[in-house]
């Protein structure tokens, strides 16, 4: 955990993000929270994410979803050096 990210303001939001029950409650509580853009900017990195874990290249990334080359670089060096945050929820949801 980056030592940076940790404060009460931090912790509030994500314990009212475990409070959340349902795609629809998600809906509801990101649109109030975020911009329009932010959020398809967050669901676009984490397609990045699936899609660098399938072994897709940065040009189909690209194509496909839009990404920058930068976002994709960075997305990959978060798979590759960061918490491991986006395998614990790729292996959740590979679970269901």
């Known amino acids: ?3 940076k990210l940790k404060n009460e303001a931090v912790d509030s939001l994500f314990d009212a993000v475990l409070t959340l ?8 509580f990101f649109e109030d929270l975020c911009t329009v853009n932010e959020l ?5 990195r984490f397609e990045v994410a699936s899609m660098l874990r399938d ?3 940065y040009l189909e ?3 496909q979803t839009g990404a920058s080359t930068a976002t994709i670089s960075r ?3 978060s798979l590759n050096y960061g918490s491991d945050g986006y395998e ?3 292996s959740r949801l590979n679970q269901k």
Request: charged residues 30%.
């Open 88 to 90: 614990l929820v790729f």
């Open 1 to 3: 955990m980056n030592k």
């Open 61 to 63: 990334i690209a194509e």
């Open 75 to 77: 997305v990959n060096r």
């Open 21 to 28: 029950q349902t795609k629809e409650e998600c809906y509801s």
């Open 55 to 57: 072994k897709k290249t």
């Open 40 to 44: 398809l900017s967050l669901s676009q």
